[in-house]
């Protein structure tokens, strides 16, 4: 099949069909919606020729954020399973994602209490200005607690049960939060189970701020990544200055992990079934499994919010239900492939 | 002054107090029984631990002084065993072997390239530069990962066991490249748990307790009464012509 390709035109496929992908899904995703729009009134939209505020308003923030959203957890899985060597280990493996449930629940509960203004449909429409930027802190302060317990980043293994802790403790603390007060909490809920229905303009411009400090980084040290899959003993001896290193690309990978939960909630799969699809095509050079990753991240999760939206009209799924439903099986699937071969 | 030299390190873990030289253009073969601290001894002198007390000298200078890139271009380290990245073809592999030279930064030039070709030649492993490491076998995955560890053209070699889990012919010519490459005037210094390929080296050092116990030229240091207190009494010692042969007659 592909393999008898010369592999530099094999990897050209791969980005040329990333990108048609993304293409794609950004037209599609356009078009489709609780509405159908034809092709050239999303054009004439987009254009400015004529004013479409489901198109500029609605569709093309959802669509870009779900783009933004996805090439981040994408690239920030394959980052984790690259430094942790771990093709399992996932974007939320430092805690990220239940500090930012616990920090939005904390914010819906308590202005939910201060405030009777701020009743279960307040909070929903409250959520996309201020409640991701408490997803965020959460988030941030969850991964750096992580750290401090692990005792930085020198132990790998401690890092990950670190990580595992932090996150049952403020996943228990959300759900006795909501316990407390479950009509409030209702929309908080929605956002949890990943949804990009809150991602506006606000939201598309934090995420693109987010990945314009995060990815550089990460592409350009693709080749350190390489050289840890030698283990941190070899990469140390090549001269690496190791642990500034790992500190900058956790960093980076969870700055992106933040900002996708902040504004899209915990959404699942794609962090790992990306990077992992990606490895089989492209092997596991991550100067290549990174930006390919972000492209491939990006149309996947626009493609499933289309189908989130449209599935069944005229209500919506969260999003992170529609990946989880199918990100589950089919990873099984690509286990039991992988199993038949080997 | 050339030469790698361990002076007086005790600790970390089994280390007591080890004096060790391993000069240009030797090899050295590290011998001694399990838990003896050759593991530790050949990572400290490589600069991945830190001595409790003692140091290192790296060409009569303080491994330190080198600067982690200055040591990394001066000595190459190949641990036992993996990781391995399976997924990464065999040239991207040695050409990380060239880090110490390029920095986080630099960008491959010619001498660069030079580098890496002669170190795929040099370990017989240029046919499969274009191939995936995980699709090699066991003996053809070490020829990578030595033109690794070579690649950065390095003055000393220190190897962790290069030998274990080969089959005799891939064994024969990882032995077979290690004297070649002292020839070239690298210092190269091997772990080993097989006494026969310590035969082959230029000296041999015995680590038992935590100190060295013995060193000097194999037919000198691998004798029947040392190799019996450190493997037991049914350890038997014959000369092949000049060459010291260990067998086992339990």
């Known amino acids: 099949m592909t393999l008898s390709l010369p592999l530099a035109v094999r990897r050209g496929l791969v980005f040329a069909w990333l990108l048609f992908l993304l293409l794609g899904a950004l037209v599609l995703g356009l078009a489709f919606g609780a509405v159908a729009l034809p092709p050239e009134a999303v054009v004439r939209a987009l254009l400015g020729l004529e004013e479409n505020p489901i198109v500029t308003e609605l569709r093309l923030p959802r669509v870009l954020g779900g783009m933004l959203v996805g090439g ?6 394959a980052a984790f399973q690259g430094l942790f060597r771990n093709p399992l280990a ?30 279960q449909h307040a909070v929903f429409q409250h959520l996309p200005f201020s409640a991701t930027f408490f997803g965020f802190l959460g988030a941030l302060l969850a991964t750096l607690l992580t750290l401090v317990l692990a005792g930085g980043v020198a132990r790998t293994g401690e890092l990950v049960l670190a990580g595992v802790v932090v996150g049952s403790v403020l996943t228990g603390l959300t759900t006795y939060l909501m316990m407390q007060d479950a009509d409030r909490v209702r929309a908080v809920f929605a956002y949890t189970l990943g949804n990009l229905a809150f991602v506006g303009w606000a939201g598309v411009r934090a995420l693109a701020l987010a990945l314009l400090l995060a990815l550089p980084p990460l592409f350009l040290l693709g080749r350190v990544l390489n050289a840890l899959q030698l283990g941190e003993e070899t990469a140390k001896s ?14 980076a990978a969870s700055l992106l992990t933040a900002s996708a939960v902040a504004q899209a909630g915990i959404i699942g799969f794609v962090g790992l079934v990306v990077p992992h699809m990606l490895r089989r095509l492209l092997g596991e050079d991550y100067r290549l499994l990174l930006p390919a990753s972000a492209l491939g991240g990006g149309a996947l999760l626009a493609l499933a919010d289309l189908l989130a939206r449209t599935l069944a009209r005229p209500a919506e799924l969260p999003v992170g239900v529609v990946t989880t439903l199918l990100g589950g099986p089919f990873f099984l699937y690509l286990m039991w492939r992988r199993r038949g071969r080997a | 002054m050339g030469g790698l030299e361990a002076r007086g390190i ?27 601290g050759k593991t530790t001894l050949l990572k400290a002198m490589a600069g991945l631990l830190r001595p409790r007390r003692g140091e290192v000298l790296l060409e009569g200078r303080p491994l330190r002084v080198h600067g982690s890139y200055g040591r990394g271009r001066l000595l190459a380290y190949l641990p036992q065993g993996g990781p391995y990245p399976e997924g990464l073809l065999v040239e991207e592999v040695v050409r990380l072997g060239r880090l110490p030279h390029l920095g986080l930064w630099g960008r491959e030039g010619r001498e660069d390239r030079e580098a890496v070709d002669w170190a795929l030649e040099v370990t017989g492993a240029s046919a499969f530069r274009g191939r995936l490491l ?15 560890a070579l690649a950065g053209r390095p003055r000393y070699l220190l190897l962790d066991e290069p030998t274990t889990f080969l089959d005799l012919e891939h064994q024969g ?38 100190r060295v116990v013995a060193e000097g030229r194999p037919e000198a240091v691998l004798q029947e009464p040392l190799l019996a207190r450190l493997y037991g009494p049914g350890v038997r010692v014959v000369r092949l012509g000049e060459r010291p042969h260990v067998y086992l007659d339990p």
Do not use: C, I
């Open chain 1, 72 to 77: 981040a957890l994408a690239v920030s899985g």
């Open chain 1, 90 to 119: 996932d974007p939320y493996l430092m805690g990220s994602a239940s500090g930012a449930a616990f920090a939005v629940t904390l914010f819906a509960v308590l202005l939910g209490g201060l405030s009777p203004a701020f009743a």
């Open chain 1, 238 to 251: 090549l001269g690496l200055p190791l642990e500034g290193l790992k500190l900058l690309l956790l960093g």
């Open chain 2, 10 to 36: 005790v600790g970390p873990f089994a280390l007591k107090g080890v004096d060790l030289l391993l000069r240009p253009g030797e090899w050295l073969a590290l011998l001694g029984p399990n838990g003896s």
């Open chain 2, 134 to 148: 995980g699709t090699l076998s066991g003996g053809e995955r070490q020829r990578v990962l030595l033109a690794r």
């Open chain 2, 173 to 210: 010519a990882v032995v077979g490249l290690l004297r070649r490459l002292a020839g070239m005037g690298l210092g190269v210094l091997s772990v080993l748990h097989d006494p026969n390929q310590a035969a082959l080296a230029h000296r041999v050092a015995v680590l038992e307790g935590g």
